[in-house]
């Protein structure tokens, strides 16, 4: 258990009158990916810096002094998503369920229950003994979702927010026991398990279909109810011999050589996945297609204003350049992957280094194509003096668009030029298609009346 003196030493930056307060929602920033919320602790003021600080201090000692059922695999070092499927590859039966909220749903009970062993609920932090070292720790890691969130299910619900830096290594915790139980059940079955967060994977031999029974999701939706976990039925997933998920695929396979029967268990990218990669490169270099028209075809990318020539081919060159180096970077690790735990076929492999080859020779050619146009914008941009005279506070916005403008580094108008919508997007979290929208059409109008034009159509 943590001791008084190593406690304090974490938190003393954030006492006020010997007590550590919970977390105000002007410290917070709120954003939306997918479906899910995150929350991320502002750092433009000296005690969000000291708040951020001191949750990695916890996250560290949590890491180390806290041990995880093997089952967990997610946050954990030295491990990746690909280790979520390898103990599956030599099965037959697959089934996938996704646990509902799996941050949010997490009971603050719960987590007082499972860290009081560690963190005491009996030594107190200040000489009147109104706090324990306990609910101190809890004010640090949780969130209380204010009434007026955009989070409406979760409104006025203290909870551990997904997005701290703490949060993914306390859900481990708190599930240890889950695992376990899980576990032990799995063993009975002859069942493989493993988590990846609130992905749950299972398997069995082909001689054994129980995993796919409905008694068996039962027995599983019984034990994560203990903990107020749900499981989200429309993303539970079986599968026969071949599973695909989240761009990777797990194939059992058994092919005639001669006279013996050889079977295949392999871990690969999907077929969907290495599908899109080679489109992309024929594009590329066959087609010779921009980026903006691959970006559309392929990706679903929708720009909705467009700015000068080189700002708008800019923004398209960077996003391609993102996708092809992500798509390196997947295909890299499936083959470092392979080379522990071989898992993947040696021509499957032999077509990942053709690819990667491919990618590298074109990413070349975009950073350099890529740094030619930021030149060409970046002299523009010095040489609008006058944007640089209307300040963000001078725009007709909101003060708290104004603020998260701000957070971004935006601080004149000259800081917008060669930003587009999507791109404001994605600097500004939180600020959504709709709010983009609305600063997009304040920059036009002042921009017209500074210089008598727009860089907006």
Do not use: W
């Not at 938190?11 to 954003?31: C, G, M, R, W």
């Amino acid at each position: 258990m943590i001791n008084q003196k190593t406690f304090i030493a974490i938190v003393k930056d954030l006492l006020i009158d010997e007590k550590i307060q919970t977390i105000k929602k002007v410290s917070i920033t709120e954003f939306k990916i997918g479906k899910n919320y995150l929350y991320k602790v502002k750092n433009n003021k000296l005690i969000n810096i000291k708040l951020i600080n001191i949750q990695k201090k916890f996250h560290n000692y949590l890491q180390k002094n806290i041990p995880l059922n093997n089952s967990a695999i997610a946050f954990r070092k030295n491990l990746s998503y690909l280790h979520l499927f390898e103990p599956h590859r030599k099965n037959y039966y697959f089934l996938r369920l996704d646990i509902r909220s799996f941050f949010h749903s997490i009971e603050i009970k719960d987590i007082k229950d499972v860290l009081k062993e560690y963190i005491s609920d009996d030594d107190y932090i200040d000489k009147e003994k109104k706090q324990t070292f306990l609910e101190a720790f809890i004010n640090i890691v949780t969130y209380k979702i204010p009434k007026d969130s955009s989070n409406k299910k979760f409104r006025g619900k203290q909870i551990l927010p997904m997005g701290f830096l703490t949060s993914p290594i306390i859900s481990n915790i708190i599930f240890r026991q889950l695992d376990i139980q899980i576990q032990k059940l799995c063993s009975s079955k002859k069942i493989e398990y493993t988590r990846y967060a609130d992905d749950m994977m299972f398997s069995s031999e082909k001689d054994l279909s129980y995993v796919h029974s409905d008694d068996f999701i039962k027995e599983i939706r019984i034990i994560i109810g203990q903990m107020n976990f749900r499981l989200n039925e429309y993303k539970t997933l079986k599968a026969k011999h071949t599973l695909s998920l989240n761009g990777y695929t797990i194939q059992y396979d058994e092919i005639i050589l001669e006279y013996e029967r050889k079977k295949i268990h392999e871990l690969r990218l999907s077929n969907k996945k290495t599908d899109i990669i080679k489109k992309m490169i024929h594009m590329i270099l066959k087609e010779k297609k921009a980026p903006n028209i691959i970006l559309k075809k392929l990706f679903n990318y929708r720009l909705k204003f467009e700015c000068d020539k080189e700002s708008y081919e800019k923004y398209n060159t960077e996003q391609l350049l993102h996708k092809i180096l992500g798509y390196r970077s997947y295909l890299l690790s499936v083959i470092q992957f392979n080379k522990k735990y071989n898992c993947t076929q040696e021509d499957t492999i032999s077509k990942y280094v053709k690819i990667i080859n491919n990618l590298e020779k074109i990413a070349k050619q975009y950073q350099v194509k890529l740094e030619k146009l930021e030149k060409i914008v970046e002299k523009k941009r010095k040489s609008l003096k006058d944007m640089s005279k209307v300040s963000i506070d001078d725009l007709s916005l909101s003060s708290s668009l104004k603020n998260k403008l701000k957070e971004a580094k935006f601080k004149t108008l000259k800081d917008f030029y060669g930003v587009i919508e999507n791109d404001l997007i994605d600097r500004v979290k939180g600020v959504g298609n709709v709010n983009a929208i609305r600063i997009m059409k304040v920059i036009n109008i002042e921009l017209k009346k500074l210089i008598g034009q727009s860089f907006y159509e």
